[in-house]
């Protein structure tokens, strides 16, 4: 994938991310944005890393790419690049989806303490299933 490949080509290069940075035009924090994979350059940046590199685009983006005109080699490399965009659409919509799980599942929990604490006998009952889930465990 393009962020491992760049992250890894880079440094075998010699460059620090404020290096490359400043040879694209770029702040700092955009090149560390495209090797944690939160973000993919467009196709012209794309080219540009290439040629700062000295590597071919398809090396970055870990795909062969067949070159036969500057046009369309431009249109595949913006297809690839879309299709790292919708990976990362996906991998961005799964965490949310997680953090709102456990955001869920949080909030359950603590109602329930708080139910215990405001009402004795939910307090009570607790106690007592999870004394009967103590002895049914250990028996």
């Not at 005109?69 to 949310?96: G, P």
Request: glycine share 4%; with cysteine.
């Amino acid at each position: 994938m393009f962020h491992k490949n760049f992250k890894a080509i880079r440094k075998d290069r010699g460059f620090s991310q404020e290096q490359m940075a400043v040879r694209l035009n770029v702040v700092r924090q955009t090149v560390s944005k495209w090797e944690q994979g939160l973000s993919v350059p467009d196709a012209e940046m794309l080219i540009d890393i290439a040629e700062v590199l000295n590597v071919s685009v398809s090396d970055l983006l870990g795909t062969e790419i067949e070159v036969e005109e500057k046009d369309n080699s431009l249109e595949m490399i913006a297809t690839e690049l879309a299709k790292l965009n919708e990976l990362l659409v996906l991998q961005h919509q799964k965490s949310e989806q997680t953090k709102k799980k456990i955001i869920d599942a949080v909030i359950i929990v603590f109602f329930l303490i708080f139910l215990c604490c405001i009402y004795e006998s939910w307090g009570d009952t607790w106690n007592e299933f999870g004394r009967n889930l103590y002895h049914f465990l250990n028996d």
